[in-house]
């Protein structure tokens, strides 16, 4: 089955990154997208990924919505949308952006704890009725990096935890979860970073995808490393993460997806 709409016929002007190194040049910054969230992503890698793995109309699912970037994108490129946030600032946020109501009967947005089987399974019902479909065709997953920043004060919050082996076993539950609606054959992706604790560098990303390789029937199709160019901290020889590695023994930090 074919599952994006990319038009093979001219596959060599395709702006489709297919390399495992990511190099973007800055942040989107237009329509919705405002960089007013510490965490959020950038606008360029779900875009990149609903492009390569979904078809117009078809329904994505993100247990950590955030500040509403998949949501932007997938407005832009006619995708139905599903996101859930344990943060109700966030949901606030991200209602207020598209209050115009023109893609009202594209998306469903809720306040909910994916760690919570029975909340994320009543809230996709409710989506999929009013989507009247019975599965989502991708899911993307961008949670805390651990306790990097703390979003919130709820104990269920992802980012309360500073100790890997209790976030990999969190995690796990909230891919069951999650990862039990997306439709069979289709995809989903992980985007996560690298975290800095106790002199060393833990491999946070290698630790979820080892753990959903030993728990889930999956392949692993790819891991793509990026890096912002445009990035104020990092630019050229002045930036502050360069002086921070020279000061330190670290390097800097990388993502997965």
């Known amino acids: 089955m074919k599952h994006n709409d990319l038009d093979m016929q001219n596959w060599k002007e395709l702006d489709i990154n297919?390399?495992?190194?990511?190099?973007?040049?800055?942040?989107?910054?237009?329509?919705?997208?405002?960089?007013?969230?510490?965490?959020?992503?950038?606008?360029?890698?779900?875009?990149?990924?609903?492009?390569?793995?979904?078809?117009?109309?078809?329904?994505?699912?993100?247990?950590?919505?955030?500040?509403?970037?998949?949501?932007?994108?997938?407005?832009?490129?006619?995708?139905?949308?599903?996101?859930?946030?344990?943060?109700?600032?966030?949901?606030?946020?991200?209602?207020?952006?598209?209050?115009?109501?023109?893609?009202?009967?594209?998306?469903?947005?809720?306040?909910?704890?994916?760690?919570?089987?029975?909340?994320?399974?009543?809230?996709?019902?409710?989506?999929?009725?009013?989507f009247n479909s019975k599965n989502v065709q991708f899911v993307l997953i961008h949670p805390p990096y651990m306790d990097i920043v703390k979003f919130t004060d709820n104990k269920y919050d992802l980012s309360q935890i500073d100790n890997i082996n209790e976030f990999v076993k969190q995690f796990k539950i909230i891919c069951e979860n999650t990862l039990k609606h997306l439709e069979k054959g289709r995809y989903f992706a992980i985007v996560i970073g690298d975290v800095y604790k106790n002199s060393e560098v833990v491999p946070l990303g290698f630790y979820c995808m080892d753990m959903i390789k030993r728990n889930f029937k999956v392949k692993l199709k790819g891991t793509i490393i990026k890096n912002i160019e445009g990035n104020r901290g990092k630019l050229g020889v002045g930036g502050i993460w360069r002086y921070r590695a020279l000061n330190s023994d670290y390097t800097k930090e990388k993502y997965c997806a």
């Open 18 to 130: 297919t390399d495992s190194l990511w190099i973007i040049n800055q942040r989107d910054k237009s329509g919705k997208h405002k960089n007013v969230y510490h965490g959020n992503f950038i606008p360029q890698i779900p875009k990149q990924l609903i492009r390569r793995y979904t078809k117009e109309n078809d329904i994505i699912l993100e247990p950590f919505m955030g500040s509403g970037t998949t949501l932007f994108e997938c407005e832009k490129l006619n995708r139905k949308y599903i996101g859930f946030d344990i943060n109700p600032e966030m949901l606030d946020y991200v209602n207020e952006s598209m209050n115009d109501g023109s893609y009202e009967d594209n998306f469903y947005i809720n306040n909910c704890n994916s760690l919570d089987k029975l909340q994320v399974d009543e809230n996709c019902e409710l989506a999929e009725k009013k």
